[in-house]
């Protein structure tokens, strides 16, 4: 075959940095490396390749001999084949009214897995087995969703991280009353970073069930994996990622991904540097007057408020999400590749704004 150079060109600048997600990064580099590592020749499609049958083996170093991975395209898809896996068609699931599953999924886990949300208000994103016995009634009653699931995640939607003791309390809690526990593990890679402990200490360790692991905000181009940690808490696992359209045929390219990142400790490497990127963000805004930050910055997001218009000003400089724009409460991430020169420049805009 004859090569040739592509017709694609770029279409941005890549020296424009934002602080809206870490899903606006581009891919790290270790990654790309590993993409063209696993191309050329032929392997069998849907997930019978050698990639994903390696990253198995990788999956069991992180969380257990029986760990398996079922990659997926998406951390949508991941929740929903998770939770659909762990609930009957007449079950429910528990989560804080902030989870990803609640707020950010477009209805997902209800219309597309069939299942209830029984959402609890926290005022921390984190969930405790009083909050959890709020929701967690009526298990005869045919006139409600039976509760079967405990979901939580790993930091929170707020930025909060769940210590191991706390997430163990949970599993405790919701396995003496028949329930299984889901842990989203969008940044995973944040939370043991910054609790510094192997993120089986943890999942697998402490009675997670099922997680759904997140590569695309920690460097992937794409790709996360439900990871079955217990197998008795699932069932139908192949057919229902089938079912929901997250097989993957050319499955080794999601499955390399997440080896890259895994396999050694490019995962840690890239949450250590986003957490520290947040603190710095969060340290040089502190000092501004009428910046509040409103939660603990634990991970790789930094939560705050600011006057209404100036954060309207901000934005126009650097792309950001309000959180609460009545309030004017805003949501500010870093990423991998986010440099202290990013964040220094940020802070210095919101000293501007906030001098107007």
């Given at each position: 075959m004859t090569s040739r150079t592509t017709a694609a060109r770029a279409h941005h600048d890549p020296a424009v940095r934002g602080f809206a997600s870490d899903n606006y990064a581009g891919a790290h580099p270790e990654v790309l490396a590993a993409l063209a590592v696993a191309n050329g020749g032929h392997q069998i499609a849907y997930g019978e390749d050698e990639y994903t049958d390696h990253l198995q083996r990788v999956m069991h170093s992180h969380f257990g001999p029986t760990a398996e991975a079922f990659p997926v395209f998406n951390g949508t898809g991941?929740?929903?084949v998770a939770l659909q896996s762990m609930t009957d068609r007449w079950g429910a699931v528990i989560c804080a009214d902030s989870a990803h599953i609640n707020v950010d999924e477009?209805?997902?886990?209800?219309r597309v897995g069939g299942l209830k949300l029984l959402t609890v208000p926290t005022p921390d994103g984190k969930l405790t087995p009083e909050l959890v016995d709020r929701q967690a009634w009526g298990y005869d009653d045919e006139h409600r969703a039976m509760p079967q699931v405990v979901s939580i995640?790993?930091?929170t939607e707020?930025?909060?991280v769940y210590t191991p003791a706390e997430i163990r309390a949970l599993c405790e809690h919701a396995h003496e009353r028949g329930m299984k526990v889901h842990l989203d593990g969008a940044r995973i890679s944040n939370a043991a970073a910054f609790l510094d402990v192997p993120m089986r200490t943890f999942t697998?360790?402490?009675?997670?069930?099922v997680l759904s692991y997140g590569g695309t905000k920690n460097g992937a181009i794409f790709g996360e994996a439900v990871v079955v940690i217990d197998p008795d808490a699932v069932r139908a696992m192949k057919r229902l990622r089938k079912l929901s359209m997250q097989l993957s045929s050319k499955m080794r390219f999601v499955s390399v991904q997440l080896e890259a990142l895994l396999a050694g400790d490019l995962w840690l490497r890239n949450a250590r540097h986003s957490n520290a990127m947040a603190q710095r963000l969060a340290d040089g805004v502190r000092a501004i007057d009428g910046v509040e930050i409103l939660h603990p910055?634990?991970?790789n997001a930094v939560f705050a408020r600011l006057p209404r218009e100036a954060g309207l000003r901000l934005q126009k400089?650097?792309?950001?999400y309000f959180w609460d724009e009545t309030a004017g409460d805003v949501r500010w991430m870093c990423a991998f590749d986010t440099t202290e020169d990013d964040v220094d420049a940020f802070v210095q805009a919101v000293k501007e704004e906030m001098a107007r």
């Amino acid at each position: 075959m004859t090569s040739r150079t592509t017709a694609a060109r770029a279409h941005h600048d890549p020296a424009v940095r934002g602080f809206a997600s870490d899903n606006y990064a581009g891919a790290h580099p270790e990654v790309l490396a590993a993409l063209a590592v696993a191309n050329g020749g032929h392997q069998i499609a849907y997930g019978e390749d050698e990639y994903t049958d390696h990253l198995q083996r990788v999956m069991h170093s992180h969380f257990g001999p029986t760990a398996e991975a079922f990659p997926v395209f998406n951390g949508t898809g991941a929740n929903v084949v998770a939770l659909q896996s762990m609930t009957d068609r007449w079950g429910a699931v528990i989560c804080a009214d902030s989870a990803h599953i609640n707020v950010d999924e477009g209805g997902a886990p209800e219309r597309v897995g069939g299942l209830k949300l029984l959402t609890v208000p926290t005022p921390d994103g984190k969930l405790t087995p009083e909050l959890v016995d709020r929701q967690a009634w009526g298990y005869d009653d045919e006139h409600r969703a039976m509760p079967q699931v405990v979901s939580i995640a790993q930091n929170t939607e707020l930025g909060t991280v769940y210590t191991p003791a706390e997430i163990r309390a949970l599993c405790e809690h919701a396995h003496e009353r028949g329930m299984k526990v889901h842990l989203d593990g969008a940044r995973i890679s944040n939370a043991a970073a910054f609790l510094d402990v192997p993120m089986r200490t943890f999942t697998n360790t402490v009675g997670v069930d099922v997680l759904s692991y997140g590569g695309t905000k920690n460097g992937a181009i794409f790709g996360e994996a439900v990871v079955v940690i217990d197998p008795d808490a699932v069932r139908a696992m192949k057919r229902l990622r089938k079912l929901s359209m997250q097989l993957s045929s050319k499955m080794r390219f999601v499955s390399v991904q997440l080896e890259a990142l895994l396999a050694g400790d490019l995962w840690l490497r890239n949450a250590r540097h986003s957490n520290a990127m947040a603190q710095r963000l969060a340290d040089g805004v502190r000092a501004i007057d009428g910046v509040e930050i409103l939660h603990p910055v634990q991970a790789n997001a930094v939560f705050a408020r600011l006057p209404r218009e100036a954060g309207l000003r901000l934005q126009k400089r650097f792309r950001f999400y309000f959180w609460d724009e009545t309030a004017g409460d805003v949501r500010w991430m870093c990423a991998f590749d986010t440099t202290e020169d990013d964040v220094d420049a940020f802070v210095q805009a919101v000293k501007e704004e906030m001098a107007r």
